[in-house]
């Protein structure tokens, strides 16, 4: 019996250190997942930046003033101021048969800046230019101030007819009483010849501006 447990024994450990000596198996580790290839995005071209353009420089619109309608000029070399009411139309008639302009202007000068003197005539201009001559033949000037009848006359009268118009200038010497009372008019009516036609409010202020430039 006790040598069968020593066999026994014997056979035990001789087995032992070869069990001992044998390698453990490992363990295999899990395998990683393979994670997909990440798509990589073409770079983004950057463009160069655009030049700055300097402002345009925005000039403001020229205001083309009004003509005035009574210009005051002074001669320093003369020491002579001249005082003149610009051509106001008075009489337009488009049609081609008998289409006419009529235009009024007044003229006066005094000596220096200032007027000292009252003035003694003043001049009365009317400039007609029309398809043919409209006052050759009658060019008398009689003006209704508020109903008031002022007669100036015959005038000067002077025409010229040319292929294709006509025109006329007829010069008038207007006394300064005469004037006054067409100036302070609320009314003013007027022929010359044969036309008549009445002055409008811009008109009528214009002759008071023109006569309050040529009084001391």
Same mark, same amino acid.
């Given at each position: 019996?006790?040598?069968?447990?020593?066999?026994?024994?014997?056979?035990?450990?001789?087995?032992?250190?070869?069990?001992?000596?044998?390698?453990?198996?490992?363990?295999?580790?899990?395998?990683? @997942?393979?994670?997909?290839?990440?798509?990589?995005?073409? @770079?983004?071209?950057?463009?160069?930046?655009?030049?700055?353009?300097?402002?345009? =420089?925005?000039?403001?619109? @020229?205001?083309?003033?009004?003509?005035?309608?009574?210009?005051?000029?002074?001669?320093?070399? @003369?020491?002579?101021?001249?005082?003149?009411?610009?051509?106001?139309?008075?009489?337009?008639?488009?049609?081609?048969?008998?289409?006419?302009?009529?235009?009024?202007?007044?003229?006066?000068?005094?000596?220096?800046?200032?007027?000292?003197?009252?003035?003694?005539?003043?001049?009365?201009?009317?400039?007609?230019?029309?398809?043919?001559?409209?006052?050759?033949?009658?060019?008398?000037?009689?003006?209704?101030?508020?109903?008031?009848?002022?007669?100036?006359?015959?005038?000067?009268?002077?025409?010229?007819?040319?292929?294709?118009?006509?025109?006329?200038?007829?010069?008038?010497?207007?006394?300064?009483?005469?004037?006054?009372?067409?100036?302070?008019?609320?009314? =003013?009516?007027?022929?010359?010849?044969?036309?008549?036609?009445?002055?409008?409010?811009?008109?009528?202020?214009?002759?008071?501006?023109?006569?309050?430039?040529?009084?001391?």
């Amino acid at each position: 019996m006790k040598n069968i447990l020593a066999i026994t024994l014997l056979t035990f450990l001789l087995l032992v250190p070869s069990f001992a000596q044998t390698p453990s198996r490992k363990v295999a580790e899990p395998k990683k @997942k393979v994670e997909p290839a990440k798509i990589v995005e073409p @770079k983004k071209v950057v463009e160069p930046a655009k030049a700055i353009e300097p402002a345009k =420089v925005v000039e403001p619109e @020229k205001v083309v003033e009004p003509k005035k309608a009574v210009e005051v000029k002074y001669d320093k070399f @003369k020491d002579t101021t001249s005082v003149t009411l610009t051509l106001q139309l008075i009489k337009k008639v488009a049609l081609l048969s008998t289409g006419e302009d009529l235009s009024l202007s007044l003229v006066s000068s005094f000596d220096g800046k200032k007027p000292t003197l009252m003035p003694d005539d003043i001049n009365g201009f009317f400039l007609s230019v029309s398809k043919k001559k409209q006052y050759s033949n009658s060019h008398s000037w009689i003006v209704l101030a508020d109903d008031e009848r002022i007669r100036l006359g015959d005038g000067v009268y002077k025409g010229e007819e040319g292929a294709v118009r006509a025109a006329e200038v007829i010069i008038y010497s207007i006394s300064l009483a005469n004037l006054k009372k067409i100036a302070s008019a609320k009314k =003013v009516e007027t022929q010359i010849g044969n036309a008549e036609f009445t002055l409008t409010e811009p008109q009528l202020q214009s002759l008071k501006d023109f006569y309050k430039q040529i009084i001391p």
